[in-house]
């Protein structure tokens, strides 16, 4: 759990407060999972891809900043000023969160 998220590695799928699921594509969803199991962590553009390509062989550079601009539309209130997917320059990107876990 983060925030109001859910996230169920079983059934690979988001699910928000009241339960219902976020439509994420297997892209996103595996970025957002590589993130979660990495919280308040810097992973670089690297980690990112490699944690990709694992399923997709069509991944580049900039399929990372599409995937994370997309994730961040999803699941942050003010995907302007991200609460969980932050920016670390020069660096990667770092997941926020207190692990909420039952």
């Not at 997917?85 to 969160?97: A, K, S």
């Amino acid at each position: 759990r983060f925030g109001d998220w859910t996230l169920d590695f079983t059934d690979r799928t988001l699910r928000d407060q009241r339960k219902q699921p976020c439509a994420l594509t297997p892209s996103e969803y595996t970025l957002l999972e590589a993130f979660y199991r990495n919280a308040n962590r810097v992973l670089t553009r690297d980690q990112l891809l490699e944690n990709l390509r694992g399923e997709h062989s069509d991944v580049f550079d900039r399929t990372i900043d599409v995937l994370i601009l997309r994730l961040r539309r999803k699941i942050e209130r003010n995907p302007c000023h991200p609460e969980f997917i932050r920016t670390e320059r020069g660096i990667g990107y770092l997941f926020c969160v207190q692990d909420e876990r039952d």
